[in-house]
C-alpha cells in the first residue's frame, strides 16, 4: 500500500503541507518482516512521518507510569534491585478470538501483544528518567531497556504457552480454540503465554520481569505488579505475620484504573498480629476529567505530529528480537498446553513461578 501510494504521488506533500503514514499492528511476525516492512515504509516517508500504533501507548493509565515514576519522589529510590523482589505484567482477557481467526491463527497470542503492548509496559516500568519529554529523549531510555534484556537460558522451563479448552465464562458454556469457527483443529497457536525476562542493567540485575497474557481468563484486567523483597527482619512472633505477604505497588491499567498499594498492617485487637492491607488510587474518584479513548488521543498526536506514544522502528524490531527465539523454541518443542475457559491458564505457568519460589497474583 505504501508503495502504492508513492507510485500514485499521493506520499509526496503539497508545499507547505506534510503527508503521514499510521501503521497498525502487527508491525511484521518477526524480526525479519519487520525489517522488510520498515525498510519499504522509509523509503516513502521520511522517519518522522512515519506513526507505528500500540493503542495501550495512548491509554491514560500507561502514560501515568510515567507521571508516577517521575512526577513523585517517594517511589523512585525503591524502584530497583535493592528493594524489587520481582515485576508481573498481566494482560488478560476474557473474550476468546471472536471473528479473528484469520488474523490470529498462526500468530498467537506472544506476536498479538507481548511483542508490543506488554514490551512496552516493561519498558515504561523500567526506562530510566528521560532527560526530557521529547520523543527522541524517551525512545532512547525504551531502546536501551529492550536492549538490555536477556531471556532465559532454559526456555523451556521459564516459558509456558497454552491454548483454551472448553469450559464456562460469565454463566455461559464456550467451545476451546480448536473449535472456534476458521481454526484449524489441529492448530498449535497459543492464547496464553507465560515469559521471564530479565533486564541487564545496574537498576535490574537479577530482578524477573514475568510477562503473561491470555484470552478465555477469568477476567479483563491488565496490571503491572512491582513486589517487594520481604523486610529483611520481623521483630514479631512468627504466627503474628503468618499472613503478611509482600509490600507491592500495583499500576491498574485496566478495566478499574487506578494504582493499589499493598503493606502490612497490625490486625485491631489484643494481640501483634499483622496482615496485608491496601490503599487504592481511583482515577474514577480523583478526577472528574474522563480519559479521552486510546485511539482519539493518538489520532489527534498523529495530526498534531507528536510522536511520544508511538514506537520507533527500532523498539519493534528490538522487539521482535527478544520475542523471535521464543517463537521459534515453542515451534520446535511440543504444543500448548491446555487451559480451560473461564480459568486462570496452564498448570504449566503456575510451576514456572512456583519454580523460582512465587507465583502469580490472583488479580
Ligand atoms: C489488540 C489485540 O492489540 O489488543 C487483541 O490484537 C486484543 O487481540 C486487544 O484483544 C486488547 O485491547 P484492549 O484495549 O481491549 O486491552
Redesign the pocket.
Known amino acids: 500500500m505504501v508503495q502504492q501510494l508513492k507510485k500514485h504521488g499521493l506520499a509526496d506533500p503539497p508545499q507547505n503541507s506534510w503527508r503521514r503514514a499510521v501503521i497498525e ?2 508491525f511484521g511476525h518477526d524480526l525479519e518482516s519487520a525489517q522488510e516492512l520498515n525498510r519499504i515504509v522509509h523509503e516513502v516517508f521520511p522517519r518522522d512521518e512515519v506513526f507505528r500504533i500500540d ?2 501507548l495512548g ?1 491514560e493509565t500507561v502514560q501515568n507510569i510515567l507521571a508516577l515514576r517521575f512526577a513523585n519522589t517517594m517511589f523512585e529510590p525503591i524502584w530497583n534491585r535493592s528493594y524489587v523482589d520481582h515485576v508481573q505484567i498481566t ?1 488478560a ?1 476474557d ?1 476468546g ?1 471472536g471473528g ?1 481467526a484469520g488474523y ?1 491463527d498462526g500468530i498467537g ?1 506472544a506476536r ?2 507481548i511483542q ?2 506488554l514490551l512496552q509496559l516493561m519498558a515504561l516500568t523500567a526506562i530510566e528518567e528521560p532527560a526530557s519529554f521529547h520523543p527522541k529523549a524517551l525512545v532512547a531510555e525504551k531502546l536501551k531497556v529492550l536492549s538490555a534484556v536477556k531471556l532465559p537460558e532454559d526456555l523451556g522451563k521459564h516459558t509456558v504457552r497454552g491454548q483454551y479448552a472448553a469450559g464456562w465464562q460469565g454463566g455461559e458454556e464456550v467451545v476451546g480454540y480448536l473449535d472456534e469457527d476458521g481454526i484449524n483443529p489441529t492448530s498449535k497457536t497459543d492464547t496464553y503465554a507465560a515469559i521471564k525476562l530479565e533486564i541487564n542493567n545496574r537498576r535490574w540485575a537479577g530482578v524477573p520481569f514475568y510477562l503473561r497474557t491470555g ?1 478465555r481468563l477469568g477476567r ?1 484486567v ?1 496490571e503491572i505488579a512491582v513486589v517487594f523483597q520481604r523486610a529483611p527482619y520481623l521483630p514479631f512472633d512468627s504466627y503474628a505475620t503468618e499472613e503478611l505477604g509482600q509490600n507491592a505497588l500495583v499500576i491498574r491499567v ?1 478495566p478499574d484504573e487506578g494504582v493499589t498499594v499493598r503493606f502490612g498492617s497490625k490486625v485491631p485487637g489484643t494481640s501483634f498480629e499483622v496482615r496485608d492491607v491496601t490503599m487504592d488510587f481511583a482515577y474514577g474518584e480523583s478526577f472528574t476529567e474522563s480519559s479521552p479513548e ?1 485511539y482519539e488521543r493518538l489520532i489527534l498526536d498523529v495530526l498534531l505530529g507528536d510522536a511520544n506514544l508511538f514506537p520507533r522502528h527500532q523498539e519493534v524490531e528490538l522487539s521482535w528480537e527478544i520475542l523471535d527465539p521464543i517463537e521459534k523454541y515453542w515451534d520446535t518443542h511440543g504444543k500448548p498446553a491446555q487451559y480451560p475457559a473461564g480459568g486462570w491458564g496452564p498448570v504449566e505457568a503456575d510451576e514456572m513461578l512456583a519454580r523460582d519460589g512465587r507465583s502469580w497474583r490472583r488479580p
Open positions: 499492528k502487527p493503542h495501550y491509554k494482560m482477557e473474550i478470538i479473528r490470529y497470542s498479538d501483544v508490543n503492548h484470552k479483563r491488565t485496566q486510546a
